[in-house]
């Protein structure tokens, strides 16, 4: 059975999802970009969306979340 996952090349929206309580479930390389990936459901596309429509959150919760995607992103 084929995973269907949520895609996102952007460490921000990445970040608020992470912050949000979404699991990474991995990272695809295509020459220089990464995506990252996400299980795939109604409510983290809402979660995105939201994200978009500029919705708030606590800021240590993002920054915690941006510095731990950084990391997995740069193999650190």
Same mark, same amino acid.
């Given at each position: 059975?084929? =995973? ?5 090349? $952007? ?9 949000? &309580? *979404? %699991?990474?479930? &991995?990272?695809?390389? %295509? &020459? =220089?970009?990464?995506?990252?990936? *996400? ?11 939201? *994200?978009? $429509? &500029? ?15 950084k990391?997995y992103? *740069?193999?650190?």
């Open positions: 059975m084929k =995973n269907h996952y949520y895609k996102t090349q $952007n460490l921000y929206e990445a970040s608020y999802l992470l912050a949000r &309580g *979404f %699991n990474l479930s &991995g990272k695809e390389k %295509n &020459g =220089n970009k990464i995506t990252l990936l *996400f299980h795939d459901s109604e409510k983290i596309r809402k979660e995105a969306l939201d *994200f978009y $429509n &500029g919705a708030k959150i606590e800021a240590k919760d993002y920054s915690d979340s941006y510095r731990t995607l990391d992103v *740069f193999d650190r």
